[in-house]
């Protein structure tokens, strides 16, 4: 596994038309104000992730946690990176 980058460049692909751009503060502190429920939601995955890095989760165990079901997460996803998009005009994700 290759070491992150920063400014959220890791792993990133060409998706679509839309460029790899790297995040800034000030991208990552409108972000996280934002108050859409798929964002927020996405936020809320993330922490769990954050707590305990070297574990791995189920789905199974992230839906509990979230009190979301399996659809609620996927929707919630697609719908991050389509904000990302409309609202960061980039393809990759800030992680």
């Not at 791995?56 to 996927?74: C, F, H, M």
């Amino acid at each position: 596994m290759s070491s992150p980058l920063p400014g959220g460049t890791q792993g990133a692909e060409q998706d679509g038309d839309w460029p790899v751009v790297e995040w800034t503060v000030e991208d990552f502190k409108s972000l996280i104000a934002t108050d859409l429920p798929s964002v927020q939601q996405v936020a809320a995955l993330l922490d769990i992730l954050a707590r305990e890095p070297e574990r791995s989760y189920s789905t199974t165990a992230i839906v509990e946690r979230l009190n979301l079901d399996r659809g609620q997460i996927k929707g919630a996803l697609s719908a991050f990176t389509r904000h990302l998009h409309a609202h960061y005009e980039r393809g990759n994700w800030p992680m």
